[in-house]
């Protein structure tokens, strides 16, 4: 049992009792974690602390009071649509994360169908690559989650999607790219289906929102993804991802400014007046969207090139790297940030190799289909990238020599 201490303890002695409970933390600045965290340099860092720190405790619901943070969160929407192929009509909303904006996606999606079609078993038809958190939006929100499988190009497959469509179904998911694979789906063709069938089109651009735009400026190949795709309704675009702003901080983007109306909460069913909010939070932490609108000033189109090019050397580093260690192999594809290695040789198990990796202090991200490890790169990973192709050689002649502990391809999934 632990209880509020019944006297305050010093600032001082409260911050030695934090740090020292980071002993056992993994150290992110040191770019040996395949996951959660997005990391360019110190004054980028600084940036973001200090811009969290000048609103660390104004309330963004109180828009009223600070009128500051309208115009802060105003601009940081409209940078966004600006970036993401947002026209004349469109609008968002700020969220805490991916999570956030896509249930209010789904909400929306929902809410729309019950009004004008009068849906109400709504249906949602997804590739089975879509991230699970649309999966616990339905869960909340009593709709059914159709998921279909992907094809071997590890990407949606339309007239399948098509075929789980009916009456009842209200939206229509493609990712921009996925997480289990980092690839892109169609999301024109998606559009279009879903536009001919009168449902909501939703591009899951979490990932890529911040990111795919920079990757195609150097000269990768990015399909369109953006809002200007005919039939697209929405986009959620992480800011706390690749807009390398700290966490809180994501976008629902829609392409027509009256669909956010459709995840707007409002009731005057109380005594104390009416009261309204398009997210799912109330109180709305300033410093988040403070912080968001910092990073993606300072950084400007400039920063995030510069990330995006990070990003693909390091993964060309990797990938070359990996794919001529014997015995292992890259999944294609992969079109951006995020890649899958894996064993080609059956006598290789993938486990120890990355229980070894764990030892030399890698956090590994195993993929439980196929077995393999993932990876989700951000530009830090650029300064280790050699070092972890060494690490995966030396951790794959451990794992050959037969002994050591393993983890299991359903470990270390979140
Ligand atoms: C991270 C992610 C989400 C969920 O976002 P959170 O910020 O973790 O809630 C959704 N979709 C994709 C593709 C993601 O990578």
Redesign the pocket.
């Known amino acids: 049992m632990i209880a509020i201490p019944a006297a305050g303890r010093s600032p001082a002695e409260i911050m030695a009792d934090l740090t020292a409970r980071k002993v056992g933390d993994r150290d992110w600045r040191r770019g040996r974690l395949a996951v959660y965290f997005y990391w360019l340099d110190e004054e980028l860092e600084r940036v973001q602390q200090e811009a969290y720190l000048a609103f660390w405790t104004e309330n963004n619901l109180g828009q009223r009071a600070y009128p500051s943070l309208k115009t802060i969160e105003d601009e940081v929407v409209g940078m966004a649509l600006s970036l993401l192929g947002g026209g004349a009509g469109a609008g968002g909303t700020f969220t805490s994360?991916?999570?956030?904006s896509?249930f209010l996606a789904m909400m929306a999606a929902r809410n729309k169908a019950r009004a004008q079609r009068g849906i109400t078993r709504p249906n949602i038809v997804l590739p089975n690559s879509a991230?699970l958190?649309f999966d616990r939006a339905a869960e909340a929100l009593g709709i059914e989650v159709r998921r279909v499988p992907i094809g071997a190009d590890l990407r949606a497959v339309v007239e399948a999607m098509a075929a789980r469509m009916d009456a009842d179904t209200v939206a229509l998911v493609g990712?921009a790219p996925?997480?289990p694979f980092g690839t892109f789906d169609p999301i024109e063709q998606l559009a279009e289906l879903a536009m001919a069938r009168g449902a909501w089109m939703h591009v899951?651009a979490?990932?890529g929102g911040f990111l795919a735009p920079y990757v195609r400026r150097l000269g990768h190949n990015v399909p369109a993804f953006e809002l200007s795709v005919p039939g697209v309704t929405s986009l959620?675009a992480?800011i706390?991802?690749h807009g390398m702003a700290p966490k809180g901080a994501?976008l629902l983007l829609v392409a027509d400014a009256a669909d956010r109306e459709w995840h707007k909460f409002e009731s005057r069913a109380w005594q104390r007046g009416p009261y309204a909010a398009y997210t799912t939070q109330g109180t709305r932490p300033g410093g988040a969207v403070a912080a968001a609108w910092a990073a993606m000033n300072h950084l400007g189109d400039d920063g995030y090139l510069r990330c995006a090019r990070l990003i693909m050397e390091a993964k060309a580093i990797m990938t070359a790297g990996i794919g001529a260690i014997p015995g292992l192999a890259i999944l294609e594809p992969s079109d951006l940030c995020i890649f899958v290695w894996r064993a080609t040789d059956p006598a290789l198990d993938v486990g120890k190799v990355a229980a070894a990796l764990d030892a030399e202090g890698w956090l590994v991200g195993r993929q439980q289909e196929p077995d393999g490890i993932h990876l989700h790169l951000n530009p830090i990973h650029r300064e280790v990238a050699q070092d972890y192709v060494e690490a995966v050689a030396r951790a794959v002649d451990a794992a050959r020599g037969g002994h050591g502990a393993r983890i299991g391809a359903n470990e270390g999934t979140y």
Do not use: A, L, P, Q
Request: some cysteine.
């Open positions: 994360g991916g999570s956030e896509i991230h958190t990712s996925n997480y899951d979490c990932v959620s992480d706390h991802k994501s």
